[in-house]
């Protein structure tokens, strides 16, 4: 079992930015990616960013690319989540999760929620306009 912590969500105007970050634990040789997703109230939990821990590669969904960056720092555990030029549309309780997925994001696995086996409790960011 893998263990996750999120913090550094925060309330923010438009085009502001936040860094979220996420500690890993545990049985981390039983994980292969890390990935950030995010859900709004009435909303499906989408995928974000996910970033593959042999290698260092990371994936960005196209929803946010050019604004959202993942990163990791392997002494820390821990992988981040640069948001940019925030919108008020990227408000949602973000999560960051791990998995065993396959290799290359093959066919978008990277960002389906259900390729992701442990998940963190989430961090809040409210973006007004």
């Known amino acids: 079992e893998v263990q996750l912590v999120e913090s550094g969500g925060a309330s923010v105007q438009a085009g502001g930015s936040l860094r979220l970050s996420c500690v890993v634990s545990?049985?981390?040789?039983?994980?292969?990616?890390v990935g950030w997703f995010r859900q709004a109230p009435g909303k499906g939990r989408e995928g974000v960013a996910s970033l593959y821990t042999g290698s260092g590669r990371t994936y960005v969904a196209d929803s946010v690319k050019g604004r959202f960056a993942i990163s990791r720092d392997n002494a820390e555990n821990t992988v981040y989540l640069q948001l940019n030029t925030l919108k008020a549309e990227d408000s949602a309780m973000y999560y960051c999760a791990a998995g065993f997925l396959a290799l290359n994001c093959y066919q978008g696995a990277c960002f389906r929620p259900d390729e992701y086996t442990d998940w963190g409790q989430g961090t809040q960011v409210t973006v007004s306009p």
């Open positions: 545990g049985l981390l040789h039983t994980i292969n990616h």
